[in-house]
Nanobody, 124 residues
Framework: QVQLVESGGGLVQVGGSLRLSCAVSGGTESIYVMGWFRQAPGKEREFVAAVRWIGGSTGYADSVKDRFTISRDNSKNTVALQMNSLKPEDTGVYYC?????????????????WGQGTQVTVSS
């Protein structure tokens, strides 16, 4: 059973940076892709970024491309999301997810395991 624990959320001003981390434990041999999703108040959860567990290929939502960077450290079983040039619309609960297929990396239905989420608030 894969378990995911996010950390690193908080309050930041517009234009600032935050680094989220996700610790992965249990059953990592079944993981092919790790993703970050977010959910703003009153909105549906949306894809942010994904990385292949083996190989490191990445994918991003257009809204965060060139501002966010996803990375993984297989030796430490962690996934990070470096967020720069933050905007108020980046506010939300950020979730780490683990899935078994790269094909569906931008769809939350492609992920079987989810963390509890960490709050990111960007103030203007």
């Amino acid at each position: 059973q894969v378990q995911l624990v996010e950390s690193g959320g908080g309050l930041v001003q517009v234009g600032g940076s935050l680094r989220l981390s996700c610790a992965v434990s249990g059953g990592t041999e079944s993981i092919y892709v790790m993703g970050w999703f977010r959910q703003a108040p009153g909105k549906e959860r949306e894809f942010v970024a994904a990385v292949r567990w083996i190989g490191g290929s990445t994918g991003y939502a257009d809204s965060v491309k060139d501002r966010f960077t996803i990375s993984r450290d297989n030796s430490k079983n962690t996934v990070a999301l470096q967020m720069n040039s933050l905007k108020p619309e980046d506010t939300g609960v950020y979730y780490c997810a683990a899935g078994g297929s790269w094909v569906a990396y931008a769809q939350d239905s492609g992920y079987a395991y989810w963390g509890q989420g960490t709050q990111v608030t960007v103030s203007s």
